[in-house]
């Protein structure tokens, strides 16, 4: 009986990946209402010519805090000695953005055919809160911890050294942090996703939806809690 039940929740699982999935890629009207409560209109489209004229605005930001995206961004981050964020994108829809607290949000509703364009220097930051969709690369870091927050759909990549990285994944995300040398990692996966991790101490995993944590490299410690479905890989 258990598994059956199990099977059957399986197959439910994906039926329901399918389904975002279409919802995603074809914006089914539920889907569309669900983002424009958020402030925001996005389907993922290519071209911009219907956007009207471009526009960037910088803002300043404090080295080593955490950072909010509330709307869809292309996001990179570059370690550097200046502290800034650039955005980019239609003009109608930039000069409607709040920057307030280290949270970038919008005023008001806007249709936006794909992420801001987003490109933050600093020496460090502690980490990013991503409330939307998002494609984010995180380029030669260098610090002491980094925590990611994703609750929207992200593809996300990193490189560096960071001691020790916290990923909670709340949406549906591929997450990689292969590339990043690090000692210890909390991986918690609540949503639908994957990540990838290179610690070498104490690794700590929790899954509580549907999802794959892959290690390539070995840790000293492993410590793993299954409350749904996913499987860990050791591929080192």
Known sequence: ????????????????????????TFGGEKMKQEFETKGWYFDGGDDHHDQGPRKS??????????????????????????????VEGPASVVDRLIWANGRLSLNGSARIHRGLKVRITAPEIAGLDLDAPGDVDLHGLDQESLRINARGAIDLDASGKVARTFVTSDGAGNIDLGKVQGRDATIRINGVGDVTIGATGVVDVEINGAGNVTLVRKPETLRSRMNGIGDIDHDY
């Open 1 to 24: 009986m258990l598994r059956k039940l199990l099977i059957v929740f399986a197959s439910g699982l994906i039926l329901s990946i399918a389904a975002f999935a279409l919802a995603w």
């Open 57 to 86: 605005r910088v803002f300043a930001i404090q080295s080593g805090s955490q950072l909010a995206m509330e709307v869809p961004v292309d996001l990179e981050f570059t370690r550097g000695d200046k502290a800034e964020m650039t």
